[in-house]
């Protein structure tokens, strides 16, 4: 029996998905006190962060991922230059922004808060090639 094959621009649009609720999940947390939420709540939230996890690991692995031709692998090194680039002025304006001798300190959540951002960037940058690209 053969997998069915999720194609390139399907797999990208789930991790987009679930890249947006990690990252929705982990903006809320920044502000709301997980702690105080009731227990079914905070269940129902972890379990839909665990499926969103297997969906975001299995679309970067490329398991029931169709294999990209050359437009798609352009247009992934597209993406990654282009987000470079981003991360490179978002770098240079706070050195200009901050005051001498100021420290940047990312914590646990706000890592997680800037990772995602970067991966649903990524995956939106992509689509934007794929739908718009030349």
Do not use: H
Request: charged share 15%; with cysteine.
């Amino acid at each position: 029996m053969k997998r069915p094959v999720l194609t390139l621009t399907r797999s990208k649009q789930l991790s987009a998905l679930c890249w947006a609720v990690v990252l929705f999940f982990g903006a809320l947390a920044n502000w709301f006190p997980v702690k105080d939420l009731p227990n079914p709540l905070r269940t129902a939230v972890v379990g839909l962060l665990l499926v969103a996890a297997v969906v975001i690991i299995l679309t970067t692995l490329g398991v029931w991922v169709e294999k990209g031709d050359e437009r798609s692998a352009e247009n992934e090194r597209r993406t990654n230059s282009t987000l470079f680039t981003l991360v490179f002025l978002a770098m240079g304006a706070l050195l200009v922004w901050m005051k001498n001798g100021q420290t940047l300190i990312l914590g646990r959540s706000e890592l997680l808060v800037a990772f995602g951002c970067v991966c649903l960037a990524q995956d939106i940058l992509f689509l934007l090639y794929e739908r718009f690209g030349a």
